[in-house]
């Protein structure tokens, strides 16, 4: 009755005026996020946009436009405007494929199109007029832009692509032909940051952190460095999570890494099929419509044989001390 209500409360939430007939004319907007794609134009996600067109159209909350190839990237945050052709967000291929129309539902998205001209900047304070929510998050894709373009600019070529989505999750900057052999090789979800890079940055940071402490005598003596090293490690994977994007994987992770870090400040055992639980509660409360995802089926089940074999084989020795059980004459 939970997941149903929940389920319900989301949809409602998301029901924004969906644009169903093909619209042409002048589109104002704030650039909330920037999609590179490797190969094609990028696509910028527009908040609040206003339409210049001849017939009437719903104003949507959100709407999604590809560039023109030619044509440079705006910075998030920035009202740009441009002529486009919008349309509703088209279904699946084929019957029980891919439904790209339910993820831009979910996602906020009512519409998407094309530009047929270049944009250009417009002077209203879109940012000003949207919730403080809404323009801490324009805040963060903006830095996570930035963030990817430094990068991009100091290592060249393939290694900057790579790098840049293991740091902030875009993959749109790595070739296809790359994408493609590591498909082959079986490696593709590297790039998808979900436990592995949790892990090894948030355990990077307590590790490092510990050891800095423990050079001080005093310090490891009389004050507890390993508690203190694991609000540094919290804290670390917080801010890994705003830069990556925050997909279901990396929000699993986060949450994961959160609770063992907090089990550490309370001294209690960090690892445990609970821990999983506890993620799956709080990702299915917020974003419900997850569980029928292959990301999340993927990434739980995963987690969950690895927990699970790992506390089989925690519990060996003990069972392998423990009495025969008797026989029955």
């Known amino acids: 009755a939970s997941g149903a209500a929940t389920a319900k409360i989301r949809t409602g939430l998301l029901d924004t005026p969906m644009i169903m007939q093909p619209a042409f004319g002048i589109v104002h907007g ?8 490797s190969g094609r134009p ?7 946009p206003h339409f210049e067109t001849r017939g009437r159209i719903e104003t949507p909350l959100r709407i999604r436009v590809s560039l023109l190839k030619s044509d440079r990237i705006p910075p998030v945050g920035q009202t740009i405007a441009l002529r486009a052709r919008l349309g509703p967000v ?15 539902f979910f996602d906020g998205i009512a519409a998407s199109g094309f530009a047929v001209g270049k944009w250009q900047i417009r ?3 879109g940012i000003s ?7 801490i998050g324009i805040q963060i894709e903006a830095f996570r832009q ?11 070529g393939t290694a900057g692509a790579v790098a840049v989505a293991l740091l902030v999750g875009e993959r749109g900057y790595i070739p296809t032909e790359t ?20 892990a090894l940055f948030a355990g990077t940071v ?20 390993k508690k203190w090293a694991a609000i540094a490690a919290l804290f670390a994977a917080f801010l890994y999570l705003l830069l990556s994007g925050g997909s279901v994987a990396t929000l699993r992770a986060f949450i994961m890494a959160a609770i063992m870090f907090g089990a550490v400040l309370v001294d209690r055992p960090a690892l445990s099929l609970r821990n999983l639980a506890i993620a799956a509660l709080v990702i299915l409360a917020f974003e419900p419509e997850s569980v029928t995802e292959p990301g999340f089926q993927m990434s739980f089940a995963a987690v969950a044989a690895l927990i699970a074999f790992y506390e089989a084989w925690r519990e060996r020795p003990r069972l392998n001390l423990a009495e025969p059980p008797a026989t029955l004459p």
């Not at 088209?90 to 019957?95: E, K, R, V, Y």
């Not at 007029?129 to 323009?135: G, L, R, S, T």
Request: aromatic content about 4%; cysteine-free; proline content about 7%.
């Open 30 to 37: 704030t650039v909330a996020a920037v999609q590179e794609r």
């Open 42 to 48: 990028p696509r910028v996600i527009l908040d609040n």
């Open 90 to 104: 088209p279904g699946p291929a084929m019957p029980g494929g891919y439904d790209p129309r339910r993820a831009a």
């Open 123 to 125: 002077s209203d304070d």
């Open 129 to 135: 007029q949207m919730v403080a929510f809404a323009a």
């Open 146 to 156: 930035v963030l990817a373009q430094r990068i991009l600019d100091n290592v060249q």
């Open 179 to 198: 994408v493609q052999h590591l498909r082959d090789a079986g490696l593709a979800h590297i790039l998808a940051i979900s436990g592995l890079h949790m």
């Open 206 to 225: 307590f590790v490092f952190t510990r050891a800095l402490l423990a050079m001080s005598a005093s310090l490891s003596l009389n004050r507890p460095i």
